[in-house]
């Protein structure tokens, strides 16, 4: 056996390296699931004393952490398909209709959709927080919040633009 085709079997198998760091994600989503709950049951716990406004702040909270989660799921099952493996549950029924028709293009708008969205919420978060307790947010602060939320923005439309571009040009 040639030393290229040693080296390009090694560099294939490589590939596995990424699995443990899709199963470490799944025990972020086991932690999500756990700050989840103790969430909701604060909420379940405190809803008859606490103020409409926090009640709010606290399901946006559990809001980001969903899609936070969300987030990893795309993550964690596109990742795996397109480096490491296909998912072979094809004829399962609840096999999400997405699943195996992600590509890498495809995940990039999606992660970088619910990144907007989660970016949304907190920035509605620190406004309402901001507002119920009186504390004040600096114009320096609230620029802040606002160019990092439009940043992630302008970043998924020229992701999009680029991916069009990509589209329509013919490859050789």
């Not at 056996?1 to 080296?7: N, R």
């Not at 509605?124 to 602060?141: C, D, V, Y």
């Amino acid at each position: 056996m040639k030393t290229e085709e040693i080296l390009e079997k090694v560099v294939f198998k490589s590939r596995w390296i990424l699995a443990p760091m899709y199963l470490g994600l799944v025990g972020g989503l086991l932690c999500l699931l756990i700050k989840f709950g103790q969430e909701f049951l604060h909420i379940m716990m405190t809803v008859v004393d606490t103020p409409e406004r926090e009640i709010v702040l606290s399901i946006l909270a559990l809001v980001d952490m969903t899609l936070v989660a969300n987030l990893l799921i795309m993550v964690i099952f596109s990742g795996y398909e397109n480096f490491v493996s296909k998912i072979d549950v094809d004829n399962h029924e609840d096999k999400p209709h997405w699943m195996g028709k992600v590509d890498y293009s495809g995940l990039k708008l999606k992660l970088i959709g619910s990144i907007v969205a989660i970016s949304a919420i907190d920035l509605l978060k620190a406004f309402m927080h901001a507002s119920t307790s009186g504390q004040i947010l600096t114009n320096t602060q609230m620029a802040w919040m606002v160019g990092i939320h439009a940043t992630f923005i302008i970043s998924g439309v020229l992701f999009a633009i680029m991916d069009k571009i990509a589209e329509d040009t013919p490859h050789h």
